[in-house]
């Protein structure tokens, strides 16, 4: 029976314990309340980041209207809208909340290896958080460089925000990057050290699969954007010249002599492309594990998935100058760069058929996070259709800058992962909570928010292809601007307020239905994977009880023939009812 499962090499580490309310529930190390704090923090930035994009919106689609947006002020709201949602929402909800929360739970871990350096990184990221809020509330308000911050503009008089702001973002990336090292340490020596026993790499979920290798990407690439933001700040501040080179600004000629504004963006990019895949790749594990569940069949070609997160991992860190096809780089260089973003859609590819395989012959139940996975692919392969197009110098160099990256930058990065985020809170918050979501509530948000979402971005592509430039106040009589754009930004407008407001529906069905939802059960999906096994619901302090779990099987033991049931948990022996993986 024990076939399976080495023997103990090393004793269980004793746990802290919480001594008051202020350790257990605020400066706390379990990483559950970690995760909450991360997850709503992420939440309440996220919030700001939406009315945001509501008022660079309400210009768009009716300019010289609202008397309070001005140009400055759509700058600044399109830069810090653009790293919110990119940095402070999406990597710090995918690692720092849903890895913190899963993957000592999935694993068969107590808790985090180093639960206070866990602990630290909340705060340091808290402080992250507030240092951008604070940057509105500085002379000359926060940036408005574009969210990409490229020298020399982000740093000179004339730009919104060149004082303070561009100081505070910079700061505040900084210690982003700080508090996600600490984190990222914890999560990868925690799934290498901390599995319990039989818990073997290849039993592994694909939710810790995914986390695991994007926190090893973001390891390797925050760097790159951290190294940027000190030398920027170096070249504001006591005049280097990393980035800035020889020039005149405002008919002045400035300190600056031989930096290289080039450089910041090779930079940038060489973290800004595998942080594509640092939000992407964890969807795609949460994702996977979705519909396995819902789907009540075991994932199709697990090893290959496997591989294939580890691949795209991989080619991430050789793709990321296709953002840059227009900065004046040697044909070669772009050869090369369209040839890699044409290779990492390979294993991309191989991800999506293994999706559709798993579904194929399933008993699909159609739960809030089923209608949420299934949301998430469709939106991921239109997105990444579109990708394609802009991979090729060819067609990019015309679309480049224009409403069409927009909306493939949305799809991809931004409506594709929130939907894993939205399946993802419906799937778990029973074991986190103890209750179910509203089913009624739930599928109302679904199909308001995903429809919503299509006919936001749908349009946008049109108005990118009819050549309408992104990051402009406003356009006044340009000639080569149709009247059907004019009434799609209108439309579009229009439709980004009334999803948005239709995410109240989500919040207040969290908020009733942990007061009155219904008990959840300790394992209401007829899920296989650990977290779902825990003694109790919501896991206690160390999750498992006395005794650690022992794995005898992989995660994906859905309708196995001659089982008794329609799922069998990583943690059963085996026996005559069942069938060993």
Not at 464 to 487: C, H, K, M, N, W
Not at 540 to 548: A, D, P
């Amino acid at each position: 029976m024990m076939v399976d499962v080495p023997v103990a090499e090393v004793a269980e580490v004793e746990l802290y314990h919480a001594k008051s309310y202020w350790t257990k529930y605020v400066f706390s190390q379990d990483a559950k309340v970690i995760a909450i704090q991360y997850g709503g923090t992420a939440v309440a930035i996220g919030l700001v980041g939406l009315v945001l994009s509501w008022l660079m919106r309400l210009q768009l689609g009716f300019p010289d209207t609202f008397a309070f947006i001005d140009a400055t002020d759509y700058y600044q709201f399109i830069t810090v809208h653009g790293m919110i949602m990119v940095i402070y929402l999406l990597t710090a909800l995918f690692l720092g909340g849903f890895g913190n929360y899963l993957i000592p739970l999935m694993v068969g871990a107590r808790d985090m290896v180093f639960p206070y350096l866990n602990m630290v990184s909340y705060w340091v990221y808290l402080c992250a958080v507030l240092i951008l809020v604070a940057s509105f509330f500085v002379e000359g308000g926060p940036t408005g460089a574009g969210w990409t911050l490229y020298p020399p503009q982000s740093i000179t008089e004339g730009t919104p925000g060149s004082e303070g702001g561009i100081i505070l973002m910079l700061v505040s990336l900084a210690l982003f990057i700080i508090g996600f090292t600490m984190g990222g340490l914890n999560y990868v020596v925690t799934v290498l050290q901390a599995r319990t026993r039989g818990m073997t790499l290849m039993r592994l979920p694909l939710t810790v699969w995914g986390i695991f290798v994007a926190t090893i990407l973001a390891l390797l690439a925050f760097p790159a954007l951290f190294v940027g933001c000190i030398m920027m700040t170096l070249d504001k501040l006591l005049g280097t010249s990393f980035f800035m080179p020889e020039m005149i600004s405002l008919g002045q000629q400035l300190e600056y002599d031989g930096g290289s504004p080039i450089l910041f963006q090779h930079l940038f990019w060489f973290f800004g492309h595998p942080e594509v895949y640092i939000v992407a790749l964890p969807a795609f594990g949460i994702v996977s594990d979705l519909l396995a569940v819902h789907a009540r069949k075991n994932i199709f070609g697990y090893r290959m998935m496997v591989w294939a997160i580890v691949i795209i991992g991989a080619l991430s860190f050789v793709v990321w100058a296709h953002h840059m096809y227009v900065s004046g780089m040697h044909p070669y260089f772009g050869f090369f760069f369209a040839t890699t973003t044409l290779i990492i859609a390979v294993p991309t590819a191989l991800k999506v058929y293994n999706w559709v395989l798993t579904l194929w012959h399933g008993d699909i139940h159609l739960t809030q996070p089923m209608l949420f996975s299934l949301a998430f692919l469709v939106t991921f392969i239109n997105g990444g259709i579109t990708g394609l197009f802009l991979g090729n110098v060819t067609v990019d160099v015309p679309l480049s800058d224009t409403m069409f990256v927009v909306a493939h930058f949305h799809m991809v990065m931004g409506i594709a992962p929130l939907m894993v985020v939205f399946g993802a809170i419906y799937h778990w918050y029973p074991k986190i909570t103890g209750r179910m979501l509203h089913e009624g509530m739930g599928k109302f948000h679904f199909w308001v928010t995903f429809l919503g979402a299509y006919t936001i971005f749908l349009p946008l592509h049109y108005i990118g292809l009819q050549g309408v430039p992104r990051r402009y106040f406003e356009f006044g009589d340009t000639a080569f601007i149709p009247d059907s754009v004019t009434t799609l930004n209108a439309f579009v407008t229009v439709v980004t307020l009334t999803v948005g407001f239709a995410q109240i529906v989500f919040f207040y069905n969290m908020w009733r239905s942990y007061k009155h939802g219904k008990v959840a059960g300790d394992n209401p999906w007829g899920a296989t994977t650990l977290e779902w096994q825990t003694a109790e619901t919501p896991p206690g302090h160390g999750n498992f009880g006395e005794e650690l779990p022992l794995v005898y099987r992989w995660a994906y033991d859905f309708s196995v023939p001659g089982a008794k049931n329609d799922f069998i948990p990583q943690n059963m022996p085996p026996g005559p009812d069942t069938n060993n993986h």
